[in-house]
């Protein structure tokens, strides 16, 4: 991506000129550049796009998901859960509940 | 026994802040993709809205009361993707049609905060959302931290999908959680990949 892309969606969406003004400060260069990758179950890299604007393609095997776990499961036999453990909270965090004080 | 799946990456510019034109190209690109094979396809973070890249290379861009960060925090407001958000229609039809995963980011609006959200659209379902957890560094200047429900995977007939979003990845209790959560496909969702993450990106296989 290219400053001048945000120049132009900025004018799209209909900006003022403080947001341009602010926009320009941005050196007037290409500013992301890809780098995406494909990457297979065994941690090698499938392929990989470089910089160009693509679609990278590629088939990824899934079963061999299975015998990558030969030596390496971080989540069961390479894990000791007696030692550690994670807990992870997946309560949604409204921050502010309406109700009566009989439903607390 | 094999079992192969044909993916994608999209790499392409994004159309900054005007997420409205970005959901066309996003259906284009989604559509060229399928039209080529592919049935999970990713696009980068916060591609719907492009990455505020303004908080690193724009010099007054975290200024108190800056009228040009205000002025462009105003429009992503206005353009970001909101729940059941029917300018995702076609998208969906899309995804729906050919069967597709597809994993984009967006700029979400949840009330009058924004948050990076990378969706997962999958046929026949709402988009599943994950919401980054904590926006790395300047980021905070426009985006809300997601909270733990959000911290999922699609479940495919063939296998979980999930994502998670740039500096996530060095959250080594994320991943845990990720892989506790047996996925056959990770998309690992950056506005750039330079060659320092390789090694972090790669790792994750196992």
Redesign the interface.
């Known amino acids: 991506m290219h400053r001048d892309d945000l120049l132009n969606g900025l004018d799209s969406a209909g900006g003022n000129d403080a947001a341009f003004e602010l926009i320009k400060q941005i050196p007037d260069q290409k500013l992301q550049f890809g780098g995406s990758m494909i990457i297979s179950p065994d941690g090698e890299i499938a392929v990989e796009a470089g910089r160009a604007e693509t679609i990278l393609h590629s088939e990824i095997d899934i079963s061999l998901n299975d015998e990558a776990k030969t030596a390496l499961d971080t989540d069961g036999h390479y894990s000791r859960a007696d030692v550690f453990g994670l807990k992870v909270n997946t309560e949604p965090k409204p921050g502010v509940i309406w109700g009566k004080r009989s439903e607390d | ?18 997420i ?3 959901i066309e190209q996003v259906v284009d ?1 989604t559509a ?2 399928a039209a ?3 049935r999970v396809i990713a696009f ?1 973070e916060t591609f719907l809205g ?2 505020p ?2 908080l690193d ?5 975290a200024l108190w009361d ?7 925090h105003g ?1 992503l407001m ?2 970001a993707i909101v729940e059941n958000d029917f300018r995702l229609g076609h998208l969906q039809d899309l995804v729906d049609k050919h069967d597709l995963v597809v994993s984009i980011g967006a700029h979400e609006r949840i009330r009058s905060s924004l948050y990076n959200n990378q969706m997962i659209f999958r046929a026949g379902a709402k988009p599943l959302n994950h919401r980054k957890l904590v926006p790395t560094h300047g980021e905070r200047l426009v985006w809300n931290r997601g ?3 959000t ?1 999922n995977v699609h479940q495919a007939e ?2 979980n999908v999930g994502n998670l979003i740039c500096w996530e990845h060095w959250m080594p ?1 994320a991943r ?2 990720m ?2 959560l ?1 996925e ?2 990770h998309v690992s969702a ?6 320092t993450l ?1 090694n972090c ?3 994750l ?2």
């Open positions: 026994m094999s079992a192969t799946i044909r993916a994608a990456i999209v790499q392409a510019a994004p159309i900054p802040i005007c409205d034109k970005g690109l060229k993709a080529d094979g592919a980068g492009g990455y890249i303004w290379e724009a010099p007054d861009a800056h009228p040009g960060s205000k002025a462009l429009l206005e353009q909270d733990g429900s911290l063939w296998g209790l845990a959680a892989h506790n047996q056959a496909v950056w506005p750039t990949v330079r060659e390789c990106i790669t790792s296989c196992f």
